[in-house]
């Protein structure tokens, strides 16, 4: 384990050398950037040691190729996923690009496009979605580069086809800088856009259309009190998830107008010796008759933490990603995404994505990527 630290640390600790002359020489925006990137992790080596509290493994099956801006840069952030029914092997792992855009992967991780949209933060996909008289898969997106909300078709080829005509503008007064990002289907097949900002504000819109033109309608609005990011919907229950990075979990009822937000006690440091804060991604897997689970970064441990999806949302278990044969261990993620059904033969029960925030190739360090992981790892851990 000592070397793998040492590994790991070293370019780390050659980044922390970096900055007093960076900054001197003030390539301001470049060292603002590089120092978000690594915000969450500056005490590395104790999250290594609240890593191993965890005593639940599961290993990547596969990862994509890297997200190419070099070894030292955070730009990697959130996986998305798109299921082909016509042939599930040509299902897609959307990626974003916080420095440019998304990439489109095939399920063995090469990449298949790139689309230069903006600095998008945050991507989130529902199938079946109802827009005016028309159904459409879609994927959404927090564009940093104008501050706005980006909209996509995916058409049978699983290729991006713009839906708003122009990107959607968050008044800066009010979301101060787009963050994170998830879309909710309700039960009427309506789809349903939720974005929030660093300042804590979070907005729900209604995708609606006119004619042939597409656009985002204010539906509802919350505000906590510190920086949010991961979000997601359980279309099923109703539910909005979302994780204050160094607060918890909090969860709000979408079918019911002008609910609350609640805190959840498991999610929070203070009541669960297994959460490490931040708390950065979240997704759901929907299980038979209703069962499943919410599953949650716990960036602070590189760990990830399982929550039920009913009741109370008591916490089950934590696991990590360690080092497979052929694909090296999962640190410090931020977005992740599961797919709760079988993909053809590759994932006969369902696929969980994850950004690795520290990609290794053999001893050497890469750029940044996405990691592949059968969900029937994660299952046969709750057996
Ligand atoms: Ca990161
Ligand atoms: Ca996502
Ligand atoms: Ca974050
Ligand atoms: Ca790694
Ligand atoms: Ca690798």
């Known amino acids: 384990m000592k070397q793998s630290i040492i590994v790991l640390i070293l370019p780390l600790f050659l980044y922390h050398c970096q900055p007093a002359r960076t900054q001197e020489e003030a390539s301001s925006e470049e060292f603002i950037r590089n120092v978000e990137a690594r915000e969450d992790s500056l005490e590395m080596v104790k999250a290594l040691e609240a890593r191993l509290k965890v005593k639940e493994a599961v290993f990547p099956n596969a990862e994509t190729e890297p997200v190419g801006e070099g070894a030292l840069e955070d730009a990697a952030d959130d996986p998305a996923f798109w299921y082909n029914q016509a042939q ?9 690009n916080k420095k440019g855009g998304i990439y489109a992967y095939n399920l063995t991780g090469d990449e298949k496009t790139y689309y230069q949209v903006g600095a998008i933060n945050n991507i989130d996909t529902r199938q079946g979605v109802k827009i005016g008289s028309d159904t459409y898969d879609i994927l959404a997106g927090s564009n940093r580069t104008d501050n706005s909300i980006i909209l996509f078709s995916i058409n049978g080829e699983g290729e991006l086809k713009k839906l708003l005509k122009e990107n959607h503008r968050l008044d800066k007064l009010e979301i101060d800088e787009v963050y994170g990002l ?3 289907k309700d039960a009427e097949g309506e789809g349903y856009v939720i974005a929030n900002g660093k300042n804590g504000r979070i ?26 990011e991961g979000m997601v919907a359980d279309d099923i229950y109703g539910v909005l998830y979302i994780g204050e990075e160094q607060r918890g979990i909090w969860r709000t009822d979408l079918k019911t107008e002008g609910s609350e937000v609640e805190l959840i006690p498991s999610s929070q440091r203070e009541n669960n010796p297994f959460i490490t804060y931040d708390i950065e991604g979240l997704s759901i897997y929907y299980g038979e008759n209703g069962d499943g689970f919410l ?18 949302n008591a916490y089950l278990s934590s696991f990590r990603i360690d080092e497979g044969p052929e694909v090296d261990a999962v640190y410090e993620t931020d977005g992740l995404d599961i797919f709760s059904g079988p993909i053809g033969d590759l994932y006969p029960q369902g696929l969980l994505i994850v950004q690795d925030g520290f990609n290794y190739d053999g001893q050497q360090l890469q750029s940044q990527n996405f990691k592949y992981i059968g969900l029937d790892q994660v299952l046969s851990l709750r057996q």
């Open 203 to 228: 907005n729900m819109y209604r995708i609606a259309a006119e004619k042939d033109s597409c656009y985002l309608l204010p539906h509802r609005s919350w505000k906590l009190k510190s920086q949010p």
């Open 88 to 96: 599930p092997e040509q299902s897609v792992v959307f990626g974003t």
């Open 295 to 312: 599953l949650a970064s716990i960036q602070g441990s590189f760990t990830y933490a399982i929550f039920d999806r009913q009741g109370d």
């Open 182 to 184: 998830c879309l909710y």
